[in-house]
């Protein structure tokens, strides 16, 4: 979303230079925070995460020989396919992708696992191949399901590309954000952005999970997801009504920043007028609720199927309100208010 870009950089102007994101998934806004020159601190739970954050925010790019990692990249290109967990669980037992790209994922993350584990670009080559994989797919976006009939890109070969670096430092951090957010240094810009309903990143993108830990896992069900996804260990308290007002209370008590951005939605289990008094309560001298218009996730436009797949119910909406809530000075917030990105949103109860 632009207006977070825009907030990054007007909090650069102010002076702010450190950066967290604490629910950082694919690492999008985390990876923007870097190319406007932040020292930025990625977080998640997910070893998919890990991985990316380990490429994108704690990889200087300027470090990296690109040479030596091109031909680390060609030299697994040429390796000749092999029938493993891989191709029978996402090939075979189930469609996530055409049998030669799945036989060439197995012996291009075999060949990782053995000759590369320790070696410094060790996140970057997994990255190559996960990205590599997720443009040759059948689904609509999220491994919840696949597509009936196999999508046009997925008949296309796997290849392996150099991932776009950034340069400059970063760290990436592995664990649950309530047990990091207290552990965490101070930030200038912090932007939380936690799950908001029962879908959970562990299963949406279960097989990305399995693709970086390469433990070959039990699984269940026509999506052939872990059976480990079952366990209460991978289960988030963001993810249960009940209990996720009061974890996304206590993550904005502990973590220190003087800028605090909270990203959430109209259809969340948490309204903004309830984290705008949280923010207020920590001491904020100044909180702005942004709206925009926004596409709801792929699986909520697609329809309402029941466990046969079969088709139940219908979308009523296809768009949802992302709100955008800021909490820091007055000063960086007047500037916030007049400039592009943000200039364009609605602001709260003005719709």
Not at 174 to 180: K, N, S, V
Not at 313 to 324: A, Q, R, S, T, Y
Request: glycine residues 6%; hydrophobic residues 35%; proline residues 3%.
């Amino acid at each position: 979303m632009p207006a977070l870009g825009q907030i990054a950089a007007t909090a650069y102007d102010a002076g702010a230079r450190s950066a967290l994101d604490l629910f950082s998934g694919t690492t999008r806004v985390a990876q923007e925070f870097k190319r406007q020159g932040f020292m930025t601190t990625a977080c998640d739970i997910a070893s998919y995460s890990e991985v990316l954050a380990q490429c994108y925010i704690a990889t200087d790019a300027d470090e990296v020989d690109r040479a030596e990692l091109e031909a680390i990249l060609q030299k697994l290109s040429a390796l000749p396919g092999k029938r493993g967990y891989f191709t029978k669980t996402f090939c075979e037992e189930s469609l996530y992708f055409q049998v030669k790209n799945g036989m060439r994922i197995d012996a291009i993350r075999d060949a990782i696992e053995c000759d590369y584990k320790d070696h410094p670009y060790y996140p970057v080559i997994l990255t190559s191949l996960m990205l590599a994989a997720d443009r040759v797919d059948s689904t609509t976006g999220l491994q919840m399901a696949y597509l009936k009939e196999y999508a046009q890109r997925s008949y296309n070969d796997l290849e392996l590309r150099v991932p776009e670096l950034i340069s400059g430092s970063g760290q990436a951090l592995q664990g649950d954000a309530l047990e990091l957010a207290p552990q965490l240094d101070h930030f200038d810009l912090a932007y939380l952005d936690p799950p908001y309903n029962q879908h959970r990143y562990y299963t949406n993108y279960h097989i990305w999970e399995t693709l970086i830990r390469w433990d070959a896992p039990e699984h269940y069900g026509k999506a052939c997801k872990r059976l480990d996804a079952r366990d209460d260990g991978t289960k988030s308290p963001f993810n249960y009504k009940a209990r996720m007002a009061a974890s996304l209370e206590k993550v904005i008590k502990e973590v220190s920043a003087d800028t605090l951005v909270v990203s959430y939605n109209n259809e969340s289990w948490v309204c903004a007028e309830q984290i705008e008094d949280w923010l207020r309560a920590k001491g904020y001298g100044a909180v702005q609720t942004f709206n925009f218009d926004f596409k709801r996730y792929v699986g909520a436009q697609i329809g309402i199927y029941n466990k046969k797949g079969e088709k139940v119910g219908k979308v009523d909406h296809l768009n949802n309100i992302e709100h955008i809530i800021v909490a820091c000075t007055e000063e960086v917030l007047n500037s916030l208010s007049i400039e592009g990105a943000l200039n364009e949103a609605v602001k709260d109860g003005n719709r």
